[in-house]
């Protein structure tokens, strides 16, 4: 328990960015228009691409014993690719907004 209190104090600093990052996160995703949506979403799905590539570096770099490593770079793996393939779907559907409908 007191090493737990000793890294909090020596890292305060940075849990203050965290929290700040938090809150400066929901004020700038509250303010886009839904016009710029679907640009957004295809950038987080590019971002996602790239966790899933360091994921599967993670694991293929993970020693056989190595557990913790090789369950939280599978776990990554899993939902990363969910959350490219629902951004997909959240990108089409947006996009099916924007077409002509067919008479």
């Keep these: 328990m007191q090493s737990i209190i000793d890294f909090l104090h020596e890292n305060i600093e940075m849990f203050y ?15 886009v228009p839904s016009v710029l949506h679907t ?4 950038g987080a799905n590019a971002i996602h691409g790239v ?3 360091g994921a599967i570096i993670v694991m293929g770099k993970a020693e056989s014993g190595n557990y913790t490593a090789l369950v939280l770079g599978f776990l990554a793996v899993v939902l990363g690719t969910l959350n490219v393939v629902g951004g997909f779907v959240v ?3 947006m996009l099916e907004m924007f077409r002509k409908k067919k008479k």
């Design 91 to 93: 990108t089409d559907r």
């Design 17 to 31: 960015i965290v929290i700040l990052m938090i809150f400066l996160g929901i004020e700038i995703i509250g303010r």
């Design 39 to 42: 640009p957004l979403m295809s």
């Design 51 to 53: 966790v899933i590539i």
